[in-house]
T-cell receptor
Framework: NAGVTQTPKFQVLKTGQSMTLQCAQD?????MSWYRQDPGMGLRLIHY???????DQGEVPNGYNVSRSTTEDFPLRLLSAAPSQTSVYFC????????????FGNGTRLTVT | AQSVSQHNHHVILSEAASLELGCNYS??????LFWYVQYPGQHLQLLLK??????LVKGIKGFEAEFIKSKFSFNLRKPSVQWSDTAEYFC?????????????FGSGTRLQVQP
């Protein structure tokens, strides 16, 4: 029972590089989301998806792209990394969007130099 | 837009002291309310949740929270904290009919329990 799996755990990028943060869940959850966690700011929603083929923007979507080709996977792409994207990124999923508790992955710590 | 405020950013308590962490939200309609906990080096875990019914909800590890609709509050309480409660605590709100189908989190409260 893996739950929500995020890879990699740590990543260092140079400004302008691109990369994809992977997220997979094995609980057949409809809803998946990406948050970034910054000191003193809590978790801020980047993008979310209510099902395969459906994505929407969250609070801080600029500089990030997502896609949801399968129920299980929800990758987050950084198109051109910037130092402001240095953060800890969490993927989360739930059975439905409205009242199901979120299950979080272990996070990816990203540093952009 | 909905917002969630946690006014206590850092709380330091001694073991056996009582705890109350404040959480206020801005949305006036139907809400689902959550408290999550993040232990050092770990991901967030659900502590307790409120959907409807009894406004006093009990969660894991002796935590409870009270929903006061008139005050737009959902404060977290524990009668006697332990060193193992040292963690960061996040309040989260899901407001219905806002068009935003996601949780909004507060900025978190870091609790440090001294032995």
């Amino acid at each position: 029972n893996a739950g929500v799996t995020q890879t990699p755990k740590f990543q260092v990028l140079k400004t302008g590089q691109s990369m994809t943060l992977q997220c997979a869940q094995d609980m057949n959850h409809e809803y998946m989301s990406w948050y970034r966690q910054d000191p003193g700011m809590g978790l801020r929603l980047i993008h979310y998806s209510v099902g395969a083929g459906i994505t929407d923007q969250g609070e801080v979507p600029n500089g990030y792209n997502v896609s949801r080709s399968t129920t299980e996977d929800f990758p987050l792409r950084l198109l051109s990394a910037a130092p402001s994207q240095t953060s800890v990124y969490f993927c989360a999923s739930s059975y439905s969007r409205d009242n199901s508790p979120l299950h979080f992955g272990n996070g990816t710590r990203l540093t952009v130099t | 837009a909905q917002s969630v405020s946690q006014h206590n950013h850092h709380v330091i308590l001694s073991e056996a002291a009582s705890l109350e962490l404040g959480c206020n939200y801005s949305y006036g309609g139907t809400v689902n309310l959550f408290w999550y906990v993040q232990y050092p080096g770990q991901h967030l875990q659900l502590l307790l949740k409120y959907f409807s019914g009894d406004p006093l909800v009990k969660g894991i590890k002796g935590f409870e929270a009270e929903f006061i609709k008139s005050k737009f509050s959902f404060n977290l309480r524990k009668p006697s904290v332990q060193w193992s409660d040292t963690a960061e605590y996040f309040c989260a709100v899901n407001a219905f009919n806002t068009g935003r189908r996601a949780l909004t989190f507060g900025s978190g409260t870091r609790l440090q329990v001294q032995p």
